[in-house]
Structures are given as C-alpha cells and as structure tokens.
C-alpha cells in the first residue's frame, strides 16, 4: 500500500500562445480549473497504475475542496486520511503555451497546515511512503524519519527544490530529482548520471534524475546505474509528466517490481500525462501503461 503526504491544490489553467516575459501581460479568452498539487497528482498516478494508495493532506473550508477531493476518489485513492481546515485550499496559477511549456504559481493555502501526524500511529514494511517538498519541509522530514524507523519505503521527490536535512536524507530510499533539483542538492554542476552517482554515493540512495524528453537515468546505491528513455508523444501539456513519473514509479516498486522495471513503466507514464490536459485528468491507467511500453525500450544498465 502507498501512502502519500502531500499537497492538494486548485489548478487555474490559462493557455496562452506564449509564456509572458518579466513585465509582460498575455490575454487568454479563459480560464479552466483542475484538481492538482504534487502529492495529490503522484497520489492519483499511483492509485490509476493500480496501486492502493491513502492520500494524506490538508484542504480548506472553501468551494473548491470539494472538487479536488473528488478527482482523488475518482482516481481511485483514499481520502480518509484529509483534514479540513479554516481558510482557503491550496490553489496555483498554471499558464501552458502551444509548445506545452509552462510556468506556476502556487499559494500554498492549507497545505501549509500539513503535518506528520497524519500519519498511522504505526506502519507496516509492506508501506510506501511518497512525499514532496509543497508541504512544511519540517513535518516532510518528520514523516520520512518516522517512516523508516518503522521499516516503510520511502520515496522523495525533491520538488520544488529546498532544504532538507541529512537526517532525513538518510531515511530516504529513493531520491526523485530533475536537473535543477539535482544541481541544488549537490551543491554542483554535472551531467544527470554524474549528479545521481553524485547523490546515490553521497546519501545512500536510489537516485533518479529525470531529464524531460531524454528520460531518466538513476543510479543504486552500490553504484549501478540505469538509463531509460522518454516515450515519443506529441506534447499537449507537460504540466504533471514529473508527478506521472514519480506516483507510478513509486507503485510500480510498491508491486514488489524492480528499479529497471519502475523506471520503464514510470517514463511511459510520464509521455502519455503530455498529452492530454490537466496535471491529475491526463494521468494514464495500467491499462494504458501497458499498451505502450512495447513503445518504449526498456531501461539499459548504463
């Protein structure tokens, strides 16, 4: 079973022919809302792959709670675990060009009102636990810490990039980063399989790099490291593919599969979420997952 500790927002999609420069003002005759937050679309991911997955977080005492808890239940996932709190749910500013590029702000709202005490009083190892840095980063590193002492897996993805002590980097299993992260994390430049050796060497982890349409290279602990490609899709919205990636790698170990296996499986997710709108409505299901990994070569040691 996956459980997920996270953030849950109200996305305000603008489309827009291109994304505004510093000062600039581009008009857009609308405006859509969609559910989304990380931990809420890596959530959705995990439980559309076909995982049991509990969503932990918080949502405010407005309107749009409801609907972006619905979406969750929708996807599959358990809500019992969200706590409702005064003021406003998480909300973000999404604006997507032709090119499916984007650019977001977000207002955390009640997801800084998340802490670690969702969790279970006690978990089994047979639990993964999946965690962002959209919530307090304190109450991600008391969940990461707890988790472990408990014998759970732990998943994060250092996203958006923060702080994080190495307390709670040792109690992660595997580290999600893309390039920028990465680079913030090490402290140093490098090539993305530089950076994951960097990493999986320094904190004792499986390191993952995503590198968007490249794909992702990771890297274990002992120093293995593995290669996988994107799937080729025409682009629509990338808004979500990292959450699509991150939420199905994370069922896909949960399975009790192997890191080359999570890789391949989580990259063609991450190509299909590109080409529908909406970071948690475009999430593929196994159903869809499966048809076209034969698309897509498998993971090589590298």
């Known amino acids: ?71 969750l239940v929708d996807a599959g996932c358990d809500i019992s675990g969200v706590r409702r709190v005064a003021g406003a749910t998480g909300t973000a500013a999404v604006m997507v060009e032709a090119s499916g590029e984007n650019q977001i702000v977000v207002a955390s709202g009640a997801n800084g009102r998340v802490t670690a005490d969702l969790l279970p009083a006690e978990m089994a190892p047979d639990i993964t636990l999946v965690c962002q840095m959209e919530i307090p980063p304190a109450e991600t590193e008391r ?15 250092l996203a958006p990039a923060g702080d994080i002590s190495d307390q709670a980097l040792v109690a992660v299993d595997v580290l999600v980063v893309n390039e920028i992260e990465a680079i913030a994390l ?9 950076l994951a050796r960097n990493l999986a060497d320094r904190h004792a982890v499986v390191c993952v790099v995503t590198v968007g349409a490249q794909g992702a290279v990771a890297v274990e602990p002992g120093g293995v490291a593995w290669r996988v490609g994107a799937l080729g899709v025409e682009a629509v919205d990338t808004v979500g593919a990292g959450d699509a990636f991150v939420g199905v790698l994370a069922a896909t170990l949960d399975d009790g599969a192997d890191l080359p296996t999570a890789l391949h499986r989580a990259s063609v997710a991450a190509g299909l979420a590109c080409t529908a709108e909406g970071a948690m409505t475009g ?17 090589a040691r590298v």
């Open 186 to 194: 090490a402290g140093e430049a490098g090539t993305p399989l530089g």
């Open 283 to 299: 999430l593929p299901d196994a159903a869809a997952i499966e048809r076209r990994r034969p698309d897509l070569a498998p993971a």
């Open 143 to 157: 969940a990461l810490i707890a988790a472990k002492a408990w014998g759970a897996r732990t998943v994060l993805n």
């Open 1 to 71: 079973m996956i459980l997920v500790l996270g953030s849950i927002n109200a996305d305000l999609f603008f489309t827009v022919e291109h994304l505004p420069a510093p000062g600039e003002t581009v008009l857009t005759p609308s405006v859509t809302l969609r559910p989304g937050g990380k931990g809420a679309n890596q959530a959705a991911a995990a439980a559309r792959a076909g995982s049991m997955v509990r969503f932990l977080g918080c949502v405010g005492d407005d309107a749009v709670a409801e609907t972006v808890l619905a979406a």
